[in-house]
């Protein structure tokens, strides 16, 4: 059994130079799965998509500024855009952890308020 860990940061440099800078990056098996950013400002959500096999462990973890007014809610999504499950309390770290249902696409959404 696999485990997806989404790793969030202020900063990260990458290889890639179509997207040299991220704030996420998706990782299983020591392989970069996929890397994005979360632009509150253009329109407060920011979307990371992965893939993981029937029974891997997917894991979440998102550290922020909860200072107010600041709000952000965490949610896993499957293929079909069912949220699977949310991290929508207060506080820092918000923290996702399930074992994934099927094998398929996996959707991560950060929304800001």
């Given amino acids: 059994m696999s485990k997806v860990t989404v790793y969030l940061a202020r900063r990260v ?4 130079p179509g997207r040299p800078v ?6 299983m ?13 253009t329109d407060g959500q920011d979307w990371y998509t992965f893939s993981a096999a ?4 997917i894991s979440a973890v998102v550290n ?3 200072t107010p007014p600041n709000q952000l809610s965490v949610d896993l999504l499957n293929s079909e855009g ?3 499950q949310s991290a929508s309390a207060t506080g820092t770290p918000k923290t ?6 099927s ?11």
Wanted: hydrophobic share 40%.
């Fill in 13 to 16: 440099r990458t290889m890639d």
């Fill in 29 to 41: 098996d020591g392989r970069v799965l996929s890397t994005g950013t979360l632009n509150a400002v």
């Fill in 96 to 101: 996702i952890t399930l074992t994934a249902p």
């Fill in 82 to 84: 069912v949220v699977l």
């Fill in 22 to 27: 991220a704030q996420a990056v998706a990782v």
């Fill in 54 to 57: 029937a029974g891997d462990r």
């Fill in 64 to 66: 922020w500024d909860p």
């Fill in 103 to 113: 094998t398929g696409t996996y959707y991560l959404r950060l929304t800001t308020t």
